[in-house]
C-alpha cells in the first residue's frame, strides 16, 4: 500500500489565477510559502522558505479566487507531486506541485480595516467554514461530582 498526503499551512506568495478548462471546469493556482526556523553550521537560527505550487479544483478554485489574495494565510491538504522541468539555460529545476482536496481559510487578523481575512465568512454556501478554532467555552462539568480527601490517609502523596 502506498499513500501520499501533504498538509501545509502557510501564506500564498501571488494573488490566485483563475482559468477555466475546454469543459468549463474551474481551476485555480497559486504559489505558497512555508516556513521553518532551522540552526545553521554556526548555530544561528535562520529562517528557511519552502515554495510550493498549489492547483485546486471546481467550487473550491472559484472560492480561492474570491477569498484569497498574495499574503494571505490558508491551510491546504493534497497530494505532493515533484515536477521537472528545464530553464532557459538548460538548467533542470524542480517544483513542488500539490493537487489540492481540502482548503480552509485561516484568519490572519483585520489589520488593514477591511477585506476578508479568512475564518468564517458570509458565502455559506461554499461549504467553508475556515479553520478549526479554539473553544472559549469551558468543558462540560464532570458526570459525577469528585468527593474532596477527608484526612491526611486520603491525600496520595
Known amino acids: 500500500m502506498s499513500f501520499n498526503k501533504i498538509i501545509l ?49 471546481g467550487n473550491q478554485a472559484e472560492t480561492a479566487n474570491k477569498y484569497l489574495a498574495k499574503g494571505r494565510p490558508v491551510y491546504i ?7 521537472e522541468w528545464t530553464d532557459r539555460d538548460n538548467n533542470a529545476r524542480y517544483t513542488l506541485d500539490v493537487q489540492a482536496t481540502d482548503m480552509q481559510f485561516i484568519s490572519a487578523g483585520r489589520e488593514d480595516g477591511g477585506g476578508y481575512s479568512g475564518g468564517q465568512h458570509d458565502d455559506h454556501d461554499s461549504g467553508y467554514t475556515g479553520a478549526p478554532q479554539a473553544s472559549a467555552a469551558p468543558s462540560a462539568p464532570p458526570s459525577a461530582p469528585v468527593a474532596a480527601p477527608q484526612g491526611d490517609d486520603d491525600i496520595p502523596f
Open 9 to 57: 499551512v502557510g501564506n500564498l506568495g501571488r494573488d490566485p489565477e483563475l482559468r477555466y478548462t475546454p469543459q468549463g471546469k474551474a481551476v485555480c493556482s497559486f504559489s505558497m510559502a512555508t516556513n521553518e526556523k532551522r540552526r545553521d553550521k554556526s548555530g544561528e537560527l535562520q529562517d528557511v522558505t519552502t515554495w510550493f505550487k498549489v492547483t485546486l479544483w
Open 77 to 83: 491538504e493534497g497530494r505532493l507531486r515533484l515536477e
